[in-house]
């Protein structure tokens, strides 16, 4: 129980900080990407204005000045574009243009082949009047800045593993210092509760075995005095059935092997029916088996029909005159499924998740689940679970209820 719960925790504490690093990561690169992007785009607006100071208009075309060497402007992994008025290429130079029309746009982007393309475009006005006489357009490679952000990504998705490791190794740590005192007082507290029942059993027995006499000769024992020996005896019996619970509960509980044999369910629950078919008849209950498929799995055989005798219990002492119990075992690929139906009063929907807990009981249910010691529910799960199983339950007031045990059936 308390590894899974560590493996939760720990599972929780990565799932937290591998979300938080990854914003983190995340924010880093955007705000990267962008800071490298704007330095670009300055860059390409430095050149273009450069190159747009070296034009001239003459004979109503647009040229560089005679003096001016485009080559020594531009880098190799840049390129210039001249543009006239409507659009048509004048010149260019670079291995890094862009090849698609003249766009008035400030800045794009353009993927190519091998890597993409940023280019910036520039109006080109005349000296006197402020005409626009052309444009020029800047390009650059981005397969520095490319680089750059892989070896960025590389970097924080390193950094990332990394820290989640060490985080792996701290949280193990961490979780097992915080679980341990819990741990023990449980620990403590299941010993408590074993070794108390179990003292609890010789005083019983004593009760138990001196009312019995004592019923056994009532010569002289005034009637009334009877009655209240009958109510001790009850009592006691009550309190030999919890102490035996509670017991149960306690070793089941520990992290033990249990007496795993080949078991034939199909018999076991042929047994149970026919063990409680008189109580079913002294109730007026039809008690129904569906028991069709022989079943076969791998489980301890007294825990088992233990399970399902707290689920036909609960079921012939709350289902009232006149109903039915229906007890139906199939197999459903590698798991057995056992289901006890009984037509009873029926659970609240905001109490079916509580009535696996240990002793807990509903007000306004009592006299549905009245009448034992409150823990059968809870050790038919505990057993079930250390089978691998588990219980579910569906139920409607007025109606009735269905246990369904879900059990593997070649090993747990």
Same mark, same amino acid.
């Given at each position: ?167 792996? #190794?701290?949280?193990?740590? &961490?979780?097992? !210092?915080?679980?341990?005192?819990? /741990?023990?007082?449980?620990? =403590? *507290? +299941? ?75 199909? #018999?076991?629950?042929?047994? &149970?029916?026919? !063990?409680?078919?008189?109580?079913? /008849?002294?109730?007026?209950? =039809? *008690? +129904? ?124």
């Amino acid at each position: 129980m308390f590894e899974k719960i560590r493996s939760r925790l720990l599972l929780s504490y990565l799932l937290v900080m591998a979300s938080i690093l990854s914003i983190f990561a995340i924010g880093v690169r955007l705000i990267f990407a962008r800071s490298l992007t704007y330095q670009l785009t300055e860059k390409l607006t430095v050149l273009g204005e450069g190159a747009s100071a070296n034009t001239e208009w003459e004979n109503g075309r647009i040229k560089f000045d005679t003096d001016f060497n485009v080559q020594t402007l531009i880098d190799n992994n840049q390129g210039l574009q001249l543009f006239d008025t409507n659009g048509n290429t004048i010149f260019q130079q670079g291995k890094f243009v862009l090849a698609i029309p003249l766009s008035l746009s400030d800045t794009v982007q353009l993927p190519t082949a091998k890597n993409r393309i940023q280019g910036i475009t520039l109006p080109i006005s005349e000296r006197e009047g402020g005409k626009v006489i052309g444009y020029i357009r800047v390009s650059q490679s981005l397969e520095e800045i490319d680089e750059t952000l892989n070896k960025l990504n590389l970097g924080l998705g390193s950094g990332i593993l990394i820290a989640l490791i060490f985080s792996g #190794v701290g949280g193990v740590i &961490l979780t097992r !210092l915080a679980m341990q005192p819990i /741990e023990e007082n449980f620990q =403590s *507290l +299941k010993q408590f509760t074993a070794d108390a029942s179990h003292e609890f059993r010789s005083p019983l027995m004593a009760i138990k075995s001196n009312l019995a006499v004592a019923l056994k000769y009532p010569d002289g024992m005034r009637e009334s005095d009877a009655e209240k020996f009958q109510a001790i005896a009850s009592a006691a019996n009550q309190m030999t059935q919890l102490t035996e619970d509670l017991l149960l509960l306690a070793r089941t509980d520990k992290v033990v092997s249990i007496n795993k044999a080949p078991v034939n369910l199909t #018999v076991v629950l042929e047994n &149970l029916v026919q !063990l409680y078919q008189s109580r079913a /008849e002294l109730k007026q209950i =039809s *008690l +129904k088996p569906q028991l069709t498929e022989n079943i076969n799995l791998i489980g301890d055989l007294n825990q088992l029909t233990r399970l399902f005798t707290n689920l036909i219990q609960n079921a012939l002492h709350y289902t009232p005159s006149g109903g039915t119990v229906e007890i139906t075992a199939n197999r459903l690929g590698s798991y057995c499924i056992v289901s006890v139906r009984d037509t009873g009063v029926g659970i609240a929907p905001e109490h079916i998740k509580l009535i696996f807990e240990r002793f807990w009981r509903a007000d306004e249910s009592r006299s549905y689940w009245s009448g034992g010691s409150g823990l059968g529910l809870a050790i038919a799960q505990t057993i079930a679970q250390n089978h691998d199983g588990s219980i579910t339950v569906t139920s409607q007031l007025g109606v009735g209820s269905c246990f369904t045990v879900k059990l593997p059936c070649n090993s747990f």
